[in-house]
């Protein structure tokens, strides 16, 4: 079956504990996104990739890292949670350029920071 | 960043209307429309990929003013199972990027 599986779903850490909510793509696609809402403020993009070893920010890139060592993963990386990071993630991947395909999206990573 | 939606929020009673607005302050080079259920993910309902583009599929469709930098989202004759929150995804320019707006809560009641 076609998905984007992330993990873990639901996680509960305190600040500054280094954590990284994993993503993997069946689909063979080129390029990946992550995402986080919150609410009023929408889907509002973190970072995303092009294809193996070229990512660049989103609009809301501080305090995090990604990276892409494989086409089939996209990890967030959270060197030190702070509270402000508490929201909801999704990872998303597309066999087309982004701005003419359909993404598909994980089912969402709910992150809380203490 | 982000393109503006609006309304906000909208409640309809089953098989009324509704119309859902998407602006950008930049020029567009596609819009994307996505639904998204309560505690699920959103899903893709539909690209329009050029000005005067409209698409549509079932009783959902879609219009495209590039000069206008806007986009509609048409609902007809609505269903419970329209419930959910939109929202449009903007790609500027010839940028391999999408943003998207800040969503349109749409319950329908019976």
């Known amino acids: 079956e076609a998905q984007v599986t992330q993990n873990p779903r639901y996680l509960i850490t305190v600040t500054g504990k280094k954590l990284t909510v994993t993503c993997s793509q069946n689909?063979?696609?080129?390029?990946m996104s992550w995402y986080r809402q919150d609410p009023g403020l929408g889907l509002r993009q973190i970072y995303y990739?092009?294809?193996?070893?070229?990512?660049d920010k989103g609009d809301v890139p501080e305090g995090y890292k990604v990276s892409r060592k494989e086409k089939r993963n996209f990890p967030l990386i959270l060197e030190s949670p702070s509270p402000n990071q508490t929201s909801l993630y999704f990872c998303?991947?597309?066999?087309?350029?982004?701005?003419?395909?359909?993404?598909?999206f994980g089912e969402g990573s709910r992150l809380t920071v203490l | 960043q982000q393109p503006v939606q609006s309304p906000q929020a909208v409640i309809l009673r089953e098989g009324e209307d509704a119309v859902i607005n998407c602006s950008s302050s930049?020029?567009?080079?596609?819009v994307h429309w996505y639904r998204q259920k309560h505690g699920e993910a959103p899903v893709f309902l539909m690209i329009?990929?050029?000005?005067?583009e409209q698409k549509g599929h079932d009783k959902i469709s879609a219009s495209f003013n590039e000069k206008k930098q806007q986009s509609s989202l048409y609902l007809t004759a609505s269903q419970l199972s329209y419930s959910g929150t939109y929202f449009c995804?903007?790609?500027?320019?010839?940028?391999?990027?999408?943003?998207f707006g800040t969503g349109t809560r749409l319950t329908v009641i019976p």
């Open positions: 930049k020029a567009l080079y596609s």
């Open positions: 998303a991947s597309s066999s087309e350029y982004a701005n003419t395909g359909e993404l598909f």
């Open positions: 689909m063979n696609h080129e390029y």
């Open positions: 995804g903007t790609a500027r320019g010839g940028a391999n990027n999408l943003f």
């Open positions: 990739s092009m294809n193996v070893e070229v990512t």
């Open positions: 329009l990929l050029k000005g005067g």
